[in-house]
T-cell receptor
Framework: AQTVTQSQPEMSVQEAETVTLSCTYD???????LFWYKQPPSRQMILVIR??????QNATENRFSVNFQKAAKSFSLKISDSQLGDTAMYFC?????????????FGKGITLSVRP | DSGVTQTPKHLITATGQRVTLRCSPR?????VYWYQQSLDQGLQFLIQ???????AKGNILERFSAQQFPDLHSELNLSSLELGDSALYFC??????????????FGPGTRLTVL
């Protein structure tokens, strides 16, 4: 079974600065997807970024980028130029490509606070 | 707006009761997923349906059941409710098994409170 670990329960960053959220995972599979989801106070789950394990290039979406280290099973999220609207809980998630189904395995999440 | 709709937004009921949560997937998505988010268990996968058929089961209690209808909407039925069932229930949908990366888009959730 896959596991996803987010060991930092909380982080804080000053507005306009850069912050990195950590995530590690454990799997015996070679093909899979990794995701970061954001959950603001509204509780909506919003996709931030995704990474296909077969791609060596790290995914980027505007101010959000990942550092994907497949051998180390590490998938961190970097938020540049932090904004007040980035205040939220962030979840790292894993989805296997194997099997005849699809399901997300989530980490416990990290609460990010952006200070004005 | 993800395109996934869920009703109701909030539900308050008593122990022992039965409730039904409803979900409509994004247009074109054939796969629907249910997740439970609680303080002690975090976000947990419950069940996946694809085009009306059950495809995967997670940590779903026997008191819970789900189905997906021909119009692709899905319902999650929770019965003999207990205090511990109080949680936020999310529905998500995706194009699985089509598409390059199976990205699941989440609805706004249904907040269930069992008193």
């Amino acid at each position: 079974a896959q596991t996803v670990t987010q060991s930092q329960p909380e982080m804080s960053v000053q507005e306009a600065e850069t912050v990195t959220l950590s995530c590690t995972y454990d799997t015996s599979e070679s093909n899979y997807y990794l995701f970061w989801y954001k959950q603001p106070p509204s509780r909506q789950m919003i996709l931030v970024i995704r990474q296909e394990a077969y791609k060596q290039q790290n995914a980027t979406e505007n101010r959000f980028s990942v550092n994907f280290q497949k051998a180390a099973k590490s998938f961190s999220l970097k938020i540049s130029d932090s904004q007040l609207g980035d205040t939220a809980m962030y979840f790292c998630a894993f989805n296997s490509l194997a099997g005849a189904n699809s399901k997300l395995t989530f980490g416990k999440g990290i609460t990010l606070s952006v200070r004005p | 707006d993800s395109g996934v709709t869920q009703t109701p937004k909030h539900l308050i009921t008593a122990t022992g009761q039965r409730v039904t949560l409803r979900c409509s997937p994004r247009s074109g998505d054939l796969s629907v997923y249910w997740y439970q988010q609680s303080l002690d268990q975090g976000l947990q996968f419950l069940i996946q349906y694809y085009n009306g058929e059950e495809r995967a089961k997670g940590n779903i209690l026997e008191r819970f059941s789900a189905q997906q209808f021909p119009d692709l909407h899905s319902e999650l039925n929770l019965s003999s409710l207990e205090l511990g069932d109080s949680a936020l229930y999310f529905c998500a949908s995706s194009t699985w098994p089509s598409g390059i990366a199976d990205t699941q888009y989440f609805g706004p959730g249904t907040r269930l409170t069992v008193l």
